[in-house]
């Protein structure tokens, strides 16, 4: 199988310098699949015949006013992308959203504006599991392979649970020991003390502000690694976390996209609803699917204000940011990822009219 790239960039000329110098590296990679590199400039022109489309985080030094601003800014490239992925792209493409802000709002818009592929649109969550893999394993003194089976339940970029209900350990060293098939729950090995509580929230929080110089390797991987998955099938048993819209599984609200268990076969995911023993609280599912619904509210104008939900006391068995702490991360993220597009909030369907407006606007490539 031989891969065409193509980096997609409207009308910025030092981008464009910059992505110049990146084809150049990726072609004297000399990769034997990769077939081809290109650039494209051409609003109309792109995603052309795409068959895998990724989608990352814009960035800009435009200065940003409000968390609102942020949100309402990711409609109008959501409408453009959605509606040109649906006229350029290839009939069986598959749209993988990822980045460091409001990942599933932007999934949830795409496929808004890209209603006849919304089934193939979904947000990578395998980053902050390598997250949390590599804590525990920090922990445990193991590799994060030998760690299966984390969840990461919520918002990807913002208020989530890291699961641990369900993971396993292998070739840990310890009184239960055997071949590779055999291992050891990690509830077992660490929930007899409060580490959790204590060390995960800071722990966490020094790997993401790591993350924010060395965090391309963690994006390239998690990506391309969800889309093997998605191409060739998950690993048998394991469990995979995505970003996916919800139908009420779980008893998740309908209409967001949520990160939830699932399992890649045959070219498509399944949701893992025949799990056991991973019900959901009330509270804590409140905690989770607040924010996703106020952000998709205030993208689409039906809420003005944002009101982040303001959780209590946290449970041992997660790894959790504070309610404050949180949005402080989203608005410093989003500084640093707003881009520079209109802020059109009309819900009129795209035309080449439309298109035409974008030409001589600054949109970063994704």
Same mark, same amino acid.
């Given at each position: ?10 009308? *910025? ?58 949100? /309402? ?17 290839? =009939? &069986? ?22 209603? *006849?592929?919304? !089934? ?9 599991? $390598? ?22 339940? $919520?918002?990807?970029?913002? *208020? ?10 292998? /070739? ?21 003390? =409060? ?10 929080? *020094? ?24 191409? !060739?099938? &998950? ?15 779980? $008893? ?34 409140? /905690?989770?699917? &607040? =924010? ?61 009219? &439309?298109?035409? =407006? ?9």
């Amino acid at each position: 199988m031989h891969t065409e790239i193509s980096i997609i960039l409207f009308d *910025n000329e030092r981008a464009e310098e910059r992505l110049k110098t990146l084809v150049m590296e990726t072609q004297e990679l000399a990769s034997r699949v990769l077939r081809s590199v290109s650039i494209c400039t051409k609003v109309e022109e792109a995603f052309r015949q795409a068959h895998v489309v990724i989608v990352l985080d814009d960035s800009t030094d435009q200065e940003v006013f409000s968390l609102e601003d942020c949100i /309402r800014s990711r409609v109008p490239l959501c409408r453009l992308y959605g509606y040109l992925i649906e006229k350029n792209a290839h =009939d &069986s493409v598959r749209v993988i959203v990822g980045g460091k802000t409001f990942v599933n709002l932007k999934t949830v818009l795409l496929m808004r504006y890209a209603p *006849n592929i919304a !089934h193939n649109i979904i947000a990578v969550a395998l980053g902050v599991e $390598g997250e949390a893999k590599a804590l525990l394993a920090r922990k445990l003194k193991t590799t994060p392979a030998y760690i299966k089976d984390v969840i990461i339940w $919520g918002n990807i970029s913002g *208020n989530n649970y890291v699961d641990l209900r369900k993971t396993r350990v292998y /070739r840990y060293e310890s009184a239960i020991w055997g071949p590779l098939p055999y291992s050891r729950p990690v509830l077992n090995l660490i929930f007899d003390s =409060d580490w959790v509580k204590r060390e995960s929230v800071a722990i966490l929080k *020094n790997l993401t502000a790591t993350g924010k110089q060395f965090g391309g390797i963690l994006a390239a991987h998690s990506i391309a690694t969800t889309l093997k998955y998605w191409y !060739h099938g &998950s690993p048998p048993g394991e469990i995979v976390s995505l970003g996916v819209l919800s139908e009420g599984q779980f $008893g998740i609200p309908e209409g967001i996209v949520f990160s939830m268990p699932v399992k890649f076969e045959n070219g498509t995911w399944v949701v893992l609803t025949d799990l056991k023993d991973i019900e959901i609280s009330e509270k804590i599912m409140t /905690r989770m699917t &607040s =924010d996703l619904i106020q952000e998709k509210l205030v993208a689409l104008g039906d809420v003005i204000n944002f009101q982040p939900y303001q959780s209590g006391r946290k449970s041992s068995m997660y790894f959790d940011i504070a309610a404050d702490e949180e949005k402080d991360l989203a608005m410093s993220d989003a500084v640093d990822f707003l881009g520079m597009i209109p802020q059109n909030m009309s819900e009129k369907p795209l035309n080449q009219e &439309s298109i035409n =407006d974008f030409e001589g606007k600054t949109v970063e490539p994704s």
